[in-house]
């Protein structure tokens, strides 16, 4: 029973040791810049992925400049849409861990058009991120977003496994220190 005991702990001890090497390895920051002046760290990662149904491409991005962390999400609706994101509108994204976290737009989002995957209307909401909700996007996956564009509730049910995995691995990224 001792030595099950021990094999265990030295497992666990290996696995500890070796995580933070292995997650480093799987990190594809589009920016990862330390200044040399200031030693403030400059990170972006991105990551886009399709929701089935209603059929729509999203599009989350996180940055990082010095202790301060932001995410842009884009959503870009099938078709040419005229509304605007209203400002206090509510994105909801909630995690496979059952944690909702609330964004409220800050100030209005109107539409723009592309011809990027068809005919698209895309809107980038933006928000501030404190690193505790960095965290918690780097401790589960994300697995469906809401927003209100007009009257219209937008969602973007159960995240492809690969799809949330990679922004959950994302945002690890981004918290890793030198």
């Known amino acids: 029973m001792t030595k099950n005991k021990f ?3 030295l497992i666990a001890l290996i696995l500890t040791c070796s995580s933070t090497p292995l997650l480093a390895q799987k990190c594809h920051l589009e920016i ?3 200044d040399p002046f200031s030693g403030e760290y400059k990170r972006m990662y991105k990551h886009m992925f399709a929701s089935v149904s209603p059929y729509t491409f999203w599009e989350i991005q996180f940055d990082q400049k010095g202790a301060a962390y932001s995410m842009t999400v884009g959503a870009y609706l099938k078709g040419r849409n005229f509304i605007s994101v209203t ?3 509510i994105l909801y994204m909630k995690l496979e861990d059952n944690t909702v976290m609330e964004f409220k737009v800050d100030k209005e989002v109107p539409p723009v058009f592309t011809s990027t995957y068809g005919d698209k209307t895309k809107y980038d909401l933006k928000f501030n991120l404190t690193e505790d909700q960095m965290k918690k996007f780097a401790a ?22 690969k799809a949330a995995s990679k922004i ?4 690890a990224c981004m918290l890793l220190k030198d």
């Open 140 to 161: 589960s996956p994300l697995s469906t977003l809401k927003v209100t564009i007009g009257k219209n509730e937008i969602y973007c049910p159960e995240i492809a496994g």
């Open 7 to 9: 094999f265990l702990a």
């Open 32 to 34: 990862d810049e330390k």
């Open 168 to 171: 959950m691995t994302g945002a």
């Open 87 to 89: 400002e206090g509108t």
